[in-house]
């Protein structure tokens, strides 16, 4: 017993209360808060009577923790069970007396203020003051301290309620109504809501001097301890107005500055400011300086309000540079993302994207992405391009969109590939008097098949001589009827062998249009022993060569002439899966480098619904367009393959191509910006070229020469995706642990930003961040320490990650 009660104190003592000198098991304890003016018995504790566990925590800071005993043996289930539902009914109840305490404590405030003078001018501690203390301080008694004259401060909550009060006697001495609820209590001088600019101090006298001075509505906050919690419910009153703490300037004997310190946490923490008072190096606060320099002072010390996104709490709190942040170093392979150049699209592209992407609010990467591809798609089968001699190539486009499921990509498709979808579907329709008829001549075909395999047998079995009959199989094998030949240009989760056939046998265009990926990262489509022999299949269908399929089962075929576009939505972590499964023959090969890559934020949580428009002008014109193309007929040659106009050219386009193309070249070397994606930049002129036959084929004709025009909108775009892949696969090709830490300094950096705080609790990144398994989380941060970026901290068992000023600055 003597060993768990002691353990139990230790525990209490590590988070700085001092528990009481005799702890009974089974019984509620009570003892002195760790701070000035938390009352006598704001900290509480109670160790159970089975010695396992217990639990405590302190009503005026809303600590409440439990402690288990340690134990050679292993708990089961059930027991660990029962002692968390054990945990958290104790919880429940303390939380329940601890309402029950704040509502007696403010209905015994309400009354006390009810028998108080509502003149408080005369008292002593106004007159020495000096200053007004505004209309809700009272004065009167205050038995609980046996005080005849006191000024009665009301404290508010956030809820404009008055849960507690503080007393001041006529020598400054300060109390609070006992058990009553201060943590995030205020005394507010004018009008906070609504308000532009609020001052937050401690004292109501420092207060009321600045807010005497300056005008803006000022609150007192009571203490030190208690300036965050009170701008927290500040910045929810007023979450748009400027907030300025008003630090207490008062440097200890050891040089630290406690008061400046909270101040600058206050601020830190919702995005405030700070200023601070000076008056010849000697301790002071706001009303000091009021005293003894008048007005002006006052004023000039708010002027220079301190900017906190560039100053440490370290730093304020201690005045010494070991403790400043160091200048935080960049993460390796971390790239800015670029904004996506829309201004580069054709103008009817351009429109109808953005028509669309103001209702469905999709990232604009992701609507753009599946305007390009649906353009891809319906110009793939008329033309191709050349760059130079010898270097001609198709223009159907590979584009891979990385974000998460529900980023709405296949909703984007769907805008923008219903034309194709309503020409697949007409074409059918025309086409099924064709279906019939050869429906009929292939059963016409089979019976006459059929009775020539019939009579062969039957000749076989009478010793009579087959050979004319053979020769006449021979000859109908020849004549077999071959299916019509209707467009299908959008293919789902196909597999590469199907695809192959699909493109071979019956249409010689067609796209891969998916938010899944599976037909190039599934599961089916790339296994171990096949992802080498499909990665090719696509490489060759990208170059518009040709690939013979060999078959033991069924008919071999070639796929020739044949043109492909391929348009997908991946999760990052099923790409990741990819690699590892890949073994790195996804860059060997090439692959990859052929996609435009995009990796564009999510634009989830701030999509507010919108009903759609009652016309989309802008994207029929872009429906129009491409309806206009697909209706002109497909060139096939003989064999049933593609023979496309080429393009070329114009000599200014061609200038322009060639100085695109050295621009990236000259980086591809050891030292060069794109040395770490040389895979991919290799093949970026090669698709600007095909982005700009594209502009060049929807905006003109299908024929003549691309202008320059067309090309350098061309090679906006295509820069951009280079620079996304840079991005990506930068980050990509890092160890693990650096991995970890890159995508948890973009989190720890959108977190602060938004929260407008400089400070994470560890666990909220562990629930909430990218990195949430223990180990993996801690080695991150420790890279992010290393690199000046972000550290952790500990006070008591409070575990906080801090981010370096600089970053929220806009730093690196």
Known sequence: ????????????????????????????????????????????????????????????????????????????????????????????????????????????????LAGALSDPTQHPYAIKKAVDFGPRVKRGAWTQRGWMDVLLIPIYGDDGKIWTLEAINSDGEKDYLKGGRKRGGFHPLGKISGANRVLIGEGLATVAAVHAVDGA??????????????????????????IVLLADNDIKPDGSNPGLKAATEAAQAVGGRVAVPELDGQKCDFWDLWSERGTGAVRNALIKIRDVATVTVATIATDSTESHWPKPHPLTAKINPEAYPLDALPDTIREAVEEVAAFIKAPLPLVAGSALGALSLALQSHCDIKRAERLTGPTGLFMLSIADSGERKTTCDGFFTSAIRQYEAEQLELAAPLLKDYAAELAAWNAEREGLLSAIKDAGKKGSNTRDKKDDLIELERSKPEPPRIPRLILGDETPENLAYTLAKNWPSAGVVSSEAGVVFGAHGMGKDSVMRNMALLNVLWDGGALSIGRRSSESFTVKDARLTVALQIQEATLRAFFDKSGGL????????????AWPESTQGSRPFTDPPETWPKLARFHQRITEILNNPAPLNEQGGLDPVMLTFTPAAKAAWIAFHDAIEIELKASGELYDVRDVASKTADNAARLAALFHGFTKEIGGAVDVDSFESASRIAAWHLSEARRFFGELALPVELANAARLDAWLIDYCRRERTHIIPRREAQRSGPVRDKDALKNALQELDELGRARLVMEGRRKDILINPALLAGGE
């Open 1 to 112: 017993m003597v060993n768990a009660v002691e353990s139990f104190k230790t525990a209490i003592q590590a988070h700085g209360l001092q528990p009481p000198d005799t702890i009974q098991p089974g019984k509620l304890h009570r003892f002195p808060g760790y701070d000035k003016g938390r009352g006598n018995d704001a900290a509480w504790c109670k160790l159970f009577d089975d010695l396992r566990g217990g639990v405590f925590g302190d009503f005026s800071t809303g600590l409440d923790e439990h402690w288990q005993a340690e134990t050679e043996r292993t708990y089961t289930a059930e027991e660990r069970a029962a002692f968390k539902q054990r945990i958290d009914a104790e919880r429940q109840q303390r939380q329940a007396e601890e309402l029950r305490q704040h509502e007696a404590v403010a209905k015994h405030a309400a009354e006390l």
């Open 217 to 242: 509505p000022a609150v007192a906050a009571m203490d030190a301890g208690n300036l965050s919690h009170v701008a927290m419910a500040i910045r929810k009153l007023a979450p748009d107005a400027e």
């Open 586 to 597: 996804a860059r060997g090969t090439g692959f990859l480098a052929r996609f435009l890559v």
